[in-house]
């Protein structure tokens, strides 16, 4: 929390600002974990973690059937469980076009990517900018949801003026604070990637 609500005397405003808050929190991580399927200099076991795959007929996601790991820093080996899914979870990471083919020996499968290029790396700042725009979009439209609401309760509880302004300037720095945390997550997942 990054401000304190409890100054308001009205519950529903104070609701409507810690709803809005934890809104606003969601989509900064939700930013996050989708930076960390963007494969930077050294790859990350997120990338295919979310992967689903088959397993008797039950979509499951990848990490709940193997043992994932790095074994370089371009090398993703995913031991699985039981190996009689291997060809469907090959199948899978081949539909996912995660960025390498699957090499499987009859235990283990890797994945082993292409040292990335000065083109590939710019491919993939386009892609971390689109989902950081994505993102600010979401708390944008987070705002004017807020924004609405207030002005309903305002209108309901006859909320004075002053009050309905103040919290109107809480939404806007809360606004403005995670969109700068967006940023920031942002100039750092493009150095990581530009870093050779």
Same mark, same amino acid.
């Given at each position: 929390?990054?401000?304190?609500?409890?100054?308001?005397?009205?519950?529903?405003?104070?609701e409507?600002?810690?709803?809005?808050?934890?809104?606003?929190?969601?989509?900064?991580?939700?930013?996050?974990?989708?930076?960390t399927?963007?494969?930077?200099?050294r790859v990350?076991?997120?990338i295919?973690?979310?992967?689903?795959?088959?397993?008797?007929g039950?979509?499951?996601?990848?990490?709940?059937?193997?043992n994932?790991?790095?074994?370089?820093?371009?090398?993703?080996?995913?031991n699985?469980w039981?190996?009689?899914?291997?060809?469907?979870?090959?199948?899978?990471?081949?539909l996912?076009q995660?960025?390498?083919?699957?090499?499987?020996?009859?235990?283990v499968?890797?994945?082993?990517f292409?040292?990335?290029?000065?083109?590939? &790396?710019?491919?993939?700042?386009? *892609?971390v900018? +689109? %989902?950081?725009?994505?993102? @600010? =979009?979401?708390?944008?439209?987070? &705002?004017?949801?807020?924004?609405? *609401?207030?002005? +309903? %309760?305002?209108?309901?509880? @006859? =909320?004075?003026?002053d009050?309905?302004?103040?919290?109107?300037?809480?939404?806007?720095?809360?606004?403005?604070?995670?969109?700068?945390?967006?940023?920031?997550?942002?100039?750092k997942?493009?150095?990581e990637?530009?870093?050779?």
């Open positions: 929390m990054v401000y304190n609500f409890m100054d308001y005397l009205n519950d529903k405003i104070t409507l600002l810690i709803t809005f808050e934890d809104k606003l929190g969601k989509t900064v991580n939700f930013v996050t974990n989708e930076f399927t963007v494969r930077a200099g990350n076991t997120n295919v973690e979310r992967i689903t795959v088959d397993y008797f039950v979509a499951t996601p990848l990490r709940q059937l193997a994932i790991s790095c074994s370089d820093s371009r090398t993703i080996v995913i699985l039981d190996t009689a899914i291997l060809r469907e979870a090959c199948k899978a990471i081949t996912a995660v960025g390498a083919n699957p090499i499987d020996d009859g235990r499968i890797r994945l082993i292409p040292q990335l290029t000065e083109e590939r &790396r710019k491919e993939l700042v386009k *892609q900018r +689109k %989902i950081c725009e994505d993102g @600010k =979009v979401a708390i944008r439209n987070d &705002r004017r949801a807020a924004m609405d *609401q207030l002005k +309903k %309760i305002g209108k309901e509880d @006859k =909320v004075s003026e009050e309905q302004e103040q919290v109107e300037k809480d939404i806007q720095k809360l606004t403005d604070s995670y969109v700068t945390s967006l940023d920031k997550l942002l100039g997942k493009e150095t990637i530009m870093e050779i």
